[in-house]
C-alpha cells in the first residue's frame, strides 16, 4: 500500500467523520432509507414498507424518467440510501450509471426481474412508425457516459436510446406489477430483516387490493369494443392492452426521448384513417403538443389525460391503484358501448364470466 493511497483515503476518512457529526438526527430515525427511479416505485414501496421506510423518488410525479438527467443532489440521495429499487429494462438507464457513479454499495431491486417482458416488435408491427426514425439530438448531455454502460440489449442500431428490445412499462398490466411488489417486499426484508413480518403482512394487504382493481379494470375495459384503437403520447401502454384490451398507437417509440419526424406523423395520420381510432389521450407526463397537433390534423377528440410513466402529483391518480383505476375509467368513458359483448369480444380470455363483470362494474361506477 503507498503513502499516496493512504493520504487518499485519510482524507476520504476526514469527509467521513465531517459527515459522522451530522449524524444524530438521522440516527434517531431509523427507518430503511429508500431510494427509488420514479413515483410509481416510490408509491409501491411506502405500500409495503408502511412507517418502516422514508422513500424518496428520484424522478417526480408527473415527471418523464427516460429523458431525466441526475442531479449532484440524486447522487447525494444515493449514497445514504439503505435500499435502491428502480424498474430495470432500461426504462431509466441513467440510474444504473448513476449507481455505478455513486459510492452507493447496498441492495438494488430491479422492480422488473421475474416479469415476462413484452418485446418491442410485439407490439410495434402495427404502428405507423418506426423507431429508427428517432432523432439523437437530444443525447449531448450524456455521451460521456454511453462509453461506461455494456448493455447487450443496447445494440448499436439503436445507438443514443435508451430502450432496449423489451417494453420496460410493465407496471401497466397488474399481474405483472405483483412481481414489482413481491421484488420490493424481499428487498426491504433484506435491508431490515427485523421487521420482515409486517413488509410480508402489508405486501400480501396491497396484493389483495390490486386483484380488486384488476378485475375492476377488467370490467371497465370489457365494455369497450375489442377493435378499438386509441392515440397516446409514447408506446407506455403495450401491457395494459396485452393484459386487458384497447389498441394503443402512438407518434414516437416507447421512450419519449424523441420528437416525432414530420414522416411519421404522416404515416400516423394514415393509420387513424385505416384503423379504428377513436379517441386521443394525452399523457400526463409528456409533451401534449404532439396529441393536440394530431387532433387538429384528424378531428378526432382529445379524450382526457392517461398516466403513463408517473403518477399525478395531486388528487386520485397520486397512487398507482388510483391511476390504474383512473385509466381504465377514462377509457371507458370514451369508448364504451355497453351492449357491444354479444361481438367482437372473442380475443378477451376472460369473456366467459362477462356477467359477473358487469355485475361488479355496478357496484364500482361512480
Ligand atoms: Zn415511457
Not at 32 to 59: K, R, W, Y
Not at 283 to 290: G, H, L, P
Not at 323 to 330: F, G, L, T
Request: hydrophobic share 35%.
Amino acid at each position: 500500500m503507498s503513502l499516496g493511497y493512504l493520504s487518499s483515503r485519510s482524507s476520504r476518512w476526514l469527509m467521513g467523520v465531517s459527515a459522522l457529526l451530522a449524524l444524530p438526527a438521522a440516527m434517531a430515525n431509523e427507518r430503511v432509507q429508500v431510494v427509488t427511479s420514479f413515483s410509481i416505485l416510490a408509491d409501491m414501496v411506502e405500500n409495503v414498507g408502511g412507517e418502516h421506510v422514508d422513500v424518496t423518488s428520484l424522478v417526480a410525479a408527473d415527471g418523464d424518467a427516460h429523458v431525466y438527467s441526475p442531479s449532484p443532489g440524486d447522487a447525494r440521495s444515493l449514497a445514504n440510501a439503505d435500499l435502491v429499487v428502480f424498474n430495470g429494462l432500461l426504462f431509466e438507464g441513467w440510474m444504473e450509471r448513476l449507481i455505478s457513479a455513486s459510492d452507493y454499495s447496498g441492495a438494488v431491486v430491479t422492480a422488473t426481474d421475474g416479469i415476462q417482458p413484452l418485446s418491442f416488435a410485439e407490439h410495434d408491427d402495427h404502428e405507423g412508425h418506426g423507431h429508427d426514425e428517432h432523432g439523437h439530438e437530444e443525447h449531448g448531455h450524456d455521451d460521456h457516459d454511453h462509453e461506461e454502460h455494456d448493455h447487450a440489449a443496447h445494440a448499436d442500431e439503436h445507438a443514443g436510446h435508451e430502450h432496449g428490445d423489451e417494453d420496460p412499462h410493465a407496471w401497466q398490466d397488474m399481474q405483472q406489477a405483483k412481481v414489482y411488489v413481491a421484488n420490493i417486499r424481499d428487498g426491504l426484508i433484506a435491508a431490515d430483516a427485523d421487521n420482515a413480518d409486517t413488509y410480508r403482512a402489508n405486501a400480501e394487504q396491497y396484493l389483495q387490493e390490486m386483484a380488486q382493481v384488476d378485475a375492476e379494470i377488467r370490467a371497465l375495459i370489457d365494455e369497450i369494443p375489442a377493435s378499438t384503437s386509441v392515440i397516446t403520447g409514447h408506446d407506455s401502454f403495450g401491457y395494459f392492452s396485452n393484459a386487458y384490451g384497447v389498441t394503443f398507437l402512438s407518434p414516437v417509440g416507447l421512450s419519449t426521448e424523441a420528437d416525432p419526424s414530420g414522416a411519421s406523423m404522416a404515416a400516423l395520420v394514415d393509420v387513424i384513417e385505416q384503423e379504428n381510432v377513436k379517441a386521443l389521450f394525452h399523457e400526463n407526463m409528456t409533451n401534449q403538443s404532439i396529441i393536440t397537433q394530431l387532433a387538429e390534423e384528424t378531428g378526432l377528440p382529445i379524450a382526457g389525460t392517461l398516466y403513463a410513466d408517473a403518477l399525478a402529483s395531486e388528487g386520485e391518480a397520486s397512487t398507482y391503484l388510483g391511476m390504474m383505476r383512473h385509466n381504465a375509467q377514462v377509457l371507458h368513458d370514451a369508448l364504451a358501448q355497453p351492449g357491444h359483448n354479444e361481438s367482437g369480444h372473442d380475443d378477451h380470455e376472460h369473456s366467459h364470466d362477462d356477467h359477473d363483470h358487469d355485475h361488479d362494474h355496478s357496484e364500482h361506477s361512480h
